[in-house]
């Protein structure tokens, strides 16, 4: 069974930075693309960074590129979502999940499983 565990997010004031963490486990990470999305309250699901399986590639929604960087390692199983330059709109519940469809990097349902979350606030 896929198990897929955020960590890293908190409370940080606006122009900070966090680094969150997933670790996965349950199937050959190194075979599937990630991504990472992040939900706030009232709002759907919506896209922000994913990763091709070999890191080679990478993709990012235009509301945080240039500040967020999305990074694997696959001999720990885990993926990275550095964020600096945080603002209070990122404030939102993040996810990680694992891509198995072959389309669209932004979609949600492109995506097979995900993670509990971790919470990011962003005070200004």
């Known amino acids: 069974q896929v198990q897929l565990v955020e960590s890293g997010g908190g409370l940080v004031q606006a122009g900070g930075s966090l680094r969150l963490s997933c670790a996965a486990s349950?199937?050959?990470?190194?075979?599937?693309?990630m991504g990472w999305f992040r939900q706030a309250p009232g709002k759907e699901r919506e896209f922000v960074a994913a990763?091709?399986?070999?890191?080679?590639?990478?993709y990012y929604a235009d509301s945080v590129k240039g500040r967020f960087t999305i990074s694997r390692d696959n001999a720990k199983n885990t993926v990275y979502l550095q964020m600096n330059s945080l603002k209070p709109e990122d404030t939102a519940v993040y996810y990680c999940?694992?891509?198995?469809?072959?389309?669209?990097?932004?979609?949600?349902?492109?995506?097979?499983?995900w993670g509990q979350g971790t919470q990011v606030t962003v005070s200004s």
């Open positions: 349950g199937r050959t990470f190194s075979s599937y693309a």
């Open positions: 999940a694992d891509r198995s469809g072959q389309s669209s990097w932004y979609e949600v349902d492109e995506y097979d499983y």
């Open positions: 990763i091709s399986w070999s890191g080679g590639s990478t």
